[in-house]
């Protein structure tokens, strides 16, 4: 997640495909860290980076400068080998660079009006896709190669996705999910799902990738507009449990899916529920959705679920039904890691388990030297 404002000391930030890691970029360098642990892991200061990206936990980055000085154009991608310290490949486009996907098969650079996608293999171009003016590098990637799909703005006008199949090199369907242009989006890691949520912000939705014609669910954020700056769902094989969003608020959202699935069956299998349509109902039903004050209003942010424990039902009515560990990255300098817990009557409770400034973490190296 690239950040284009200059307010911040962080200029973007991102999770790994399996959230092992993350990285970051400052007006310095970027940096490497160990989700699990917050160790340091590597850094390299060599000038501002608006886009740093892991491959899994191996060492290769694709990262872009942000163009403050002239050898980190924002126009160049490079594949940098962090165990020798050098630029594998580049890559040099007509345009500004806004954002970069990659997994083990695919690297999908994004311009402000076309997509491009590469064999990341031997780096040949396999398609290039003309989009809408898509300045904020909006789009969302699944990194599994069964359900490899590319999420990207359809409109400027609306709130409308195409989901592109970058295996197969075809499109696969376009969703009109929203009135106005959107905001975030995110597909799940294994590619069944995708959320959205537009600049008006008070909605959440939920499809189903291979029904994306058809709405899935839907959750109030709140009754106001907000700037959402994050969409992840829970990791999961099947209907991830919960889905968490950022917002200009400085709230963490936590909309439990598991939850409106049962409250979605108990209404259907009445007469009244089976008149009214989901679309109708979900989108006002707040029982689906808790908050948590998280980091400062207005501070650009990513946050990210990093596992999902269910528990199985139990004759008791306020057993816990999820725990899930969430971690929150603020562009202020700051990690958070919270532990988050659901019963099966929708109360919820948090933990703060860590918290530390990003920026002044040094490595292991350079503390025992």
């Known amino acids: 997640m690239a950040n284009h404002s200059s307010s911040h000391p962080i200029l973007c930030a991102s999770f790994n495909q399996d959230t092992s890691c993350f990285a970051i970029g400052t007006r310095d360098g970027f940096k490497l860290f160990n989700s699990n642990t917050g160790r340091l892991l590597y850094e390299r200061a060599v000038g501002a980076f608006n886009i740093v990206e892991m491959l899994f936990s191996s060492n290769l980055l694709a990262i872009v400068g942000a163009g403050e000085q002239p050898s980190l154009s924002p126009r160049r991608l490079c594949l940098f080998n962090t165990t020798t310290g050098t ?76 989901v592109y199949n970058v ?22 890691s294994n590619g069944m799902y995708i959320a959205t949520a537009s600049e008006q912000g008070t909605i959440v939705r939920v499809h189903l990738v291979s029904e994306a014609t058809k709405q899935s669910y839907s959750f109030r954020r709140g009754t106001y507009p907000s700037a959402i700056f994050s969409l992840s769902f ?6 991830p449990d919960i889905l968490v969003a950022t917002s200009s608020s400085g709230a963490l959202h936590v909309f439990s899916l598991g939850f409106a699935i049962n409250r979605r069956g108990r209404r259907s299998s009445s007469f009244l529920g089976s008149i ?55 562009y202020g300098g700051y990690f958070q890691e919270y532990s988050f817990s659901i019963n099966h009557k929708n109360e919820s409770s948090w933990n703060l388990e860590r918290e530390f400034n990003i920026l002044t973490v040094i490595s292991d190296k350079a503390s025992s030297s």
Do not use: W
């Not at 809408?132 to 609306?158: E, Q």
């Not at 829970?234 to 209907?239: F, H, T």
């Open 167 to 188: 295996m197969e090199l075809n499109s696969h369907c376009e969703i009109d999910a929203h009135c106005s242009p959107l905001a975030a989006i995110v597909l799940s």
């Open 87 to 162: 630029c594998l490949h580049d890559l040099t486009f007509l345009t500004s660079i806004v954002a970069v996907r990659l997994n083990k098969k695919r690297l999908i650079v994004v311009l402000q009006e076309k997509t491009f996608i590469y064999d990341i293999n031997i780096l040949s171009m396999l398609d290039t896709i003309d989009t809408i003016p898509n300045v904020k590098g909006l789009c969302a990637f699944s990194p599994s190669l069964d359900g490899c799909f590319l999420a990207l703005p359809a409109s400027t006008t609306k709130g409308s996705v195409l």
């Open 276 to 330: 009214i349509p989901d679309s109708f109902n979900d989108p006002f039903d707040p029982a689906h959705h808790v908050l948590h004050n998280a980091f400062t209003a207005g501070v650009k942010s990513c946050a990210m679920i990093r596992k999902v424990d269910k528990v199985a039902e139990t004759s008791i009515s306020d057993s816990v039904a999820c725990r899930a560990t969430i971690s929150i990255i603020s």
């Open 234 to 239: 829970g990791p999961s094989l099947q209907l």
